[in-house]
């Protein structure tokens, strides 16, 4: 840090008096001699990070093989091409949403059905005049977490399903309601895709305006 680049930092930060002065105590500290660590101590410190940086190393390596293998596992799956033709789902994501849902064709009645096992399906009450739109509580967790994902996902390859969020938005639901709302919409779509043996249509899953008047 040279001096000069010291009074500019002073000046963008909105300092006006005593620019100079200032940015020379502040290079004259910079480069006074500091107070250091006595060797030995400095020493176990090194050892302590090389023995942590030879875990993560580890770990990675680990992680990795886990990940290959789970892919292998999954890519094996008669169902993963249709999960990893929706928008959002790769081969982890993918493999966790199978997890957690299952492959048991006849587990689930209907769309709706799974969207309640999943915990997107909202609970309406209505009380008099007044109806509420609440999120489930009582729901898998690591289910609900997946589709969060699911979702947040989709919105960049899916134009449908980025219409669809900001719609969401538009009408007043925060981010976290947009997506819970996206979630339960694709959970919808894949019971459909999985229940008739078709991989994901955008055109099909996501219609525009002019063409749902047609």
């Known amino acids: 840090m040279t001096r000069a680049r010291i009074r500019a930092a002073l000046a963008r930060a909105g300092r006006v008096r005593n620019l100079d002065t200032t940015a020379a105590t502040i290079h004259a500290a910079l480069h006074s001699p500091q107070l250091l660590s006595p060797a030995r101590l400095s020493a176990a410190y090194g050892l302590t ?43 982890v994501l993918g493999a966790r949403v199978l997890a957690e849902f299952g492959d ?23 009380s008099g005049t007044r109806n509420v739109v609440l999120a489930r509580t009582a729901r898998n967790r690591r289910m609900a977490q997946a589709c969060y994902l699911w979702a947040f996902s989709a919105l960049r390859p899916s134009p449908g399903a980025r219409r669809f969020y900001d719609r969401q938005r538009a009408n007043g639901k925060t981010h976290h309601e947009a997506l819970r709302a996206l979630a339960n919409r694709l959970v919808g779509l894949l019971h459909g895709c999985l229940s008739s043996s078709q991989c994901y249509d955008e055109h099909v899953a996501w219609p525009t305006p002019n063409e749902v008047a047609a």
């Open 49 to 91: 990070v090389r023995a942590s940086v030879a875990l993560l190393r580890q770990f990675n390596t680990e992680i990795d093989e886990l990940e290959a293998e789970l892919i292998r596992s999954f890519e094996g799956h008669p169902d993963a091409e249709i999960l990893c033709s929706l928008p959002g789902l790769g081969s």
């Open 104 to 126: 048991d064709p006849t587990r689930y009645k209907n769309a709706r059905s799974r969207r309640c096992y999943a915990g997107t399906a909202p609970i309406t009450r209505a």
